[in-house]
């Protein structure tokens, strides 16, 4: 799934598509809230992984909003 979003993200550069970006993103966003989730149902919700995690989710879909501040 991870090979698959990045896929994405590079292809969406390389062809200058705005919308395969933002699918791209949006498979990275949702790992790694998925990643972090698994986490904090372990019964460890106070580990360092689960902030990491949910800080790239964060800023995975602050990246979308980026791709679409940058396509105006």
Known sequence: MFLLAAF???F???I???WVRKVGLV???FLYA???SG???SGEA???ATGVYLALAVL???GIHEVKAHAN
Do not use: H, V
């Open 12 to 14: 969406g550069i390389i």
């Open 27 to 29: 498979f990275f966003m």
């Open 8 to 10: 994405l993200k590079i």
């Open 60 to 62: 995975a879909l602050y």
């Open 39 to 41: 986490y904090i149902l």
């Open 34 to 36: 998925l990643i972090a």
């Open 46 to 48: 106070m580990n360092t």
């Open 16 to 18: 200058a598509k705005e």
